[in-house]
DNA sequence: AATGAATGAGACTTCATTCAT
DNA sequence: TATGAATGAAGTCTCATTCAT
């Protein structure tokens, strides 16, 4: 259908972000190679810096648009009272969050330690703190601040530890939201014996 | 009488996996590389060779030989019958398995994109699979199945996010096998709204 | 009236050479990139090609611009008569032709590796042994051949060897003259002890 | 003669020096590629980095191992009275340290831009005015430390500028020894008129 | 039980240059 | 008068691995 290497307008940059998202999560950051990402692309490796300036740009790019929404939840909570309603609706929000953006919080997951070298890993820890402080007490015993970080850490699973299982994905995301709203509302209100 | 059949004239093989593995859980396991475990080790790349066929070779020696608690919980578990009491079980020996061989899970938990490509990556995830199976019962709903792998993510966790934590590790390693407990009791009759 | 020709619509031309020529002098010919050429203009690198054809051309203009006086002198000097005041003027007047374009020619003794391989190596090459032709007696002694070299070599110096040392520029550039006019002077009549 | 590869015994540390060196000489540090070493010596450029940390540490052993001989004339003077005598004498050890490592001070010479960045430039700098200090007086007139640079200057230019041209390289060094001698012999004693 | 020397593959990155618009 | 997008070549460097000794 034409034998010119079409232009490809405007869009590489975009481009870029998808394919090296998509290696980047099926291999790993490390193993992925910008070779790899420009030739899936059909175009050379140098092209790849007109766009970017380092590997490691790419990635903190495709963070920073993925990763917008988490921070407005961030900004909405911060701006409301600490009731059980508001840490259920943070859960909701953020499982939604989590469903957009799934291939980005798979990738965060697997590779942990690789991020945690690079600039989004501050970026990111601090950002698991902030969620956790805006659902657990500010003087919550040790054991509901684990159930709090587990109702988070739930729903990352749910994306990711039963990614290969069997079963609709929706219906995955909804089971880890319940339960993680479940270890919230326990961390909410102890309950008689704590 | 010792468990340990091997010969061991001199230890050279047991401190190249003590600080291959420091470095894995500092670094990565693929930004450590051999010259740096060999130099910290005051010996010749090479020397890495006569112990080790390969790196990976490396990664799959230590995790052998710390991970054999685990397989035992799960030769143990085998033979038990799916009460609670022995679910609870498990959870204890895990967690105190978890105790002893932390720096490797740690190193699990923020590697899984390097070791999915491993061989030790197989081994992995069916040895999860069947923790699960061993905890949950064979027909549970959904929920059920998500609070399952939750229990076992959150001793996980209890030692890897809380790392940089506030709090002493026996404590934050008892708190989470407080809430895993309760994630599969749940599971185990999830009460009359299910 | 003004002896310059060209149009010059617009001085990007002229800004281009300016700031490339600083560039150069500051961290070598090899080492700046048009990228940075282009950055400090605000410009794109291809708007450089607009007005240059390659890396070199621009090197090869501002030699060309800044050399004319040079040029000059030599041609004054071919049409005087070989006298020891002769051999003095032109030193003065290289002197204020070294003033005039200093960086140049800081760049031109610091880069000589670079150059050479240049188009503007050659002429720079042949520039030296006229200059030197023209102060130096047609049989002089090896030794007052060496004076002769040593005078231009002298006042090069004057701007760049004692570049970062203390004092006044100017007063430097006269103490260099005066030197080169004593070796000159001593090689035009070598004395009684030849 | 035979086809086998030659083992190479222990000697290419020292012949990726020599080659080096030469290539630097001939082509400038930044034009020359490893890869062109590498090719040069039947090796691969890997092996270099078996020797040598960097491009940069191979040219900084080139001249640690060829520069100690100023070195010493540095240390030696520095324990003599600073009599014109002194002076000449370590003119005449600094002209035969020139011709026993002469391609480099041609390569420090023709790559000062380059060499300037390097750690080795420092080195240089240091070492240049070290020996002016020991060919001048304190107090010296500017005029005088004039002439003391260009002492030294006209010696390494003895080797560089008059490269080229014709006559015996020994006679040259020779000439310009005498005419670096006047130069310091008269900052030493001005004469009436200063 | 270990070293010294080397390799082949490949990583990320930068550069001068081109061309359609 | 310039820009946006891209290329091809090359650069420095690192890595896991091998093998004769």
Same mark, same amino acid.
């Given at each position: 259908m034409g034998s010119t290497p079409q232009p490809r307008r405007g869009n590489t940059r975009q481009r870029i972000q998808d394919v090296a998202l998509e290696l980047f999560v099926e291999q790993g950051y490390e193993k992925t190679s910008l070779r790899e990402i420009a030739e899936q692309l059909r175009v050379t490796k140098a092209a790849l810096y007109y766009h970017f300036k380092t590997k490691e740009d790419i990635l903190s790019s495709i963070f920073e648009d993925l990763n917008r929404p988490v921070e407005e939840i961030l900004e909405w909570g911060k701006g409301q009272p600490r009731t059980l309603e508001t840490k259920k609706e943070i859960l909701v929000r953020y499982s939604e969050a989590l469903r957009a953006a799934a291939p980005l919080f798979v990738f965060m997951q697997e590779n942990q330690a690789t991020v945690r070298e690079l600039s989004i890993g501050h970026t990111m820890k601090h950002r698991v703190i902030a969620l956790v402080d805006l659902i657990? &007490?500010? =003087? +919550?015993a040790l054991t509901d601040q684990v159930r709090c970080f587990s109702a988070l850490f739930t729903m990352h699973a749910g994306m990711m530890a039963l990614? =290969? +299982? &069997?079963? =609709?994905p929706e219906e995955k995301r909804a089971a880890a939201l319940e339960v993680a709203v479940e270890l919230v509302t326990k961390a909410h209100d102890p309950g008689p014996a704590a």
């Open positions: 657990k &007490e500010p =003087d +919550a990614r =290969d +299982a &069997e079963g =609709d």
